[in-house]
């Protein structure tokens, strides 16, 4: 099941950088990993840095997306979103944390996404 999820994740990350791109982001990196976690995608979208958490569901047995998005990973999240500042000294952008959640269908292949702009602080 593991490896299922992962694909469905992965899957899910693909749809949602495509939808970024296509509403003008320009993506800075995929899965930007350190030691404590990583960050699902990173974009710019004027003057703004988006760190932009993606969750993907078949079904809503385990909550609806945003739910996944607890309180300690958006600590966590905020914790790398930091160290990537630092690492490309960009001290002085405006930052947004975005979820993107991701619902597909298993009947048709369909899905919807819906964009939850500055998800938390």
């Not at 969750?55 to 996944?68: A, F, M, V």
């Not at 905020?78 to 930052?95: E, G, M, Q």
């Amino acid at each position: 099941m593991h490896s299922e999820n992962k694909n469905i994740g992965n899957y899910g990350e693909q749809l949602a950088t495509d939808y970024l791109k296509k509403i003008k982001h320009i993506i800075l990196t995929n899965n930007f990993r350190i030691k404590k976690g990583e960050i699902d995608i990173v974009s710019r979208v004027e003057d703004i840095i988006v760190f932009t958490e993606v969750k993907t569901r078949y079904n809503r047995l385990y909550g609806i997306p945003l739910d996944g998005v607890t309180f300690s990973k958006q600590n966590t999240i905020k914790l790398i979103a930091s160290y990537f500042i630092y690492k490309h000294s960009l001290y002085n952008c405006n930052v947004r944390f975005d979820v993107i959640e991701i619902s597909l269908n298993y009947h048709d292949d369909s899905y919807k996404i819906n964009h939850i702009n500055d998800a938390f602080r």
